[in-house]
């Protein structure tokens, strides 16, 4: 009897090992591969590298650049940015206040941020500035023509990985210039970062142009040298910045009476 259990072992010690194999070539079946691991593309993510480079090198860029900008429904403008050695900007918007009827600066330099009235073809005064914050302070949404962001502090944004944005390489529009990005936000925030679009640049880190909805800002012309330190466009006196809203546009007394206070 011991000589049959042995031998009955070692029969079945081999049918034991045999029977999964057997099992899984009748299957076909393979044994599961390793989970698919998360993350971006390598393109997308190395294209955030890209603009991220850029964007550095834009901050560390001295000029002086004309660009051109275009909204539909308006006429082209052109905006002039100074960025000087010192690290003091400015930016000239024809247009920037009381609903485009009035031309204005705006400068950052060691004393704060600046706006400035230009003389204009509905304001005949001499240039004049108002101080509207702290150099690095957000001007206020009232004040903000938003042409100035993609040339100063959205190149913040576009360098800090932590930012919830998504870039992949662009071809570049028709009327622009340069290497260009899709940046787009992931936040679900009603207060994005920065406005998506189109952002280009040359290999030197100049902004070559810009495409958002709020309107596309292009490069000129070659840039020129920079000055040392920007002026501002006037004395700075005290008053009230220009808003970018138009004025209340007055409206007759139909009684054809003075109004009441007047004679």
Request: a negative charge; charged letters at 20%.
């Amino acid at each position: 009897m011991p000589v049959l259990i042995r031998s009955a072992g070692r029969l079945l010690g081999p049918l034991v090992f045999v029977l999964p194999a057997a099992l899984v070539a009748c299957t076909g079946e393979q044994p599961p591969g390793p989970p698919p691991t998360d993350g971006p593309p390598a393109q997308v993510d190395a294209a955030r590298d890209e603009l991220a480079a850029l964007a550095a090198a834009a901050q560390d860029r001295r000029l002086v650049a004309q660009y051109v900008y275009s909204r539909t429904g308006q006429p082209d403008r052109t905006v002039v940015f100074t960025s000087a050695n010192d690290g003091t900007w400015r930016v000239d918007v024809p247009g920037g206040a009381l609903g485009g009827t009035v031309d204005v600066s705006l400068a950052a330099t060691a004393d704060g941020l600046f706006q400035c009235a230009l003389p204009s073809a509905v304001r005949s005064e001499p240039a004049s500035c108002v101080r509207v914050g702290e150099r690095d302070e957000p001007i206020a949404r009232r004040l903000d023509p938003r042409v100035q962001h993609p040339l100063t502090d959205w190149l913040d944004v576009l360098t800090d990985r932590r930012a919830p944005l998504a870039v992949a390489p662009a071809a570049t529009p028709e009327d622009l210039t340069g290497t260009c990005y899709s940046v787009d936000s992931t936040s679900a925030s009603l207060n994005a970062p920065l406005d998506v679009g189109i952002y280009c640049y040359d290999r030197d880190g100049t902004p070559t142009g810009v495409r958002t909805e709020a309107g596309t800002l292009r490069l000129a012309a070659p840039p020129g040298p920079p000055p040392a330190t920007v002026q501002l466009a006037g004395p700075v006196i005290d008053g009230d910045p220009l808003g970018t809203a138009a004025p209340p546009t007055p409206t007759a007394d139909p009684s054809g009476s003075p109004s009441a206070g007047t004679s």
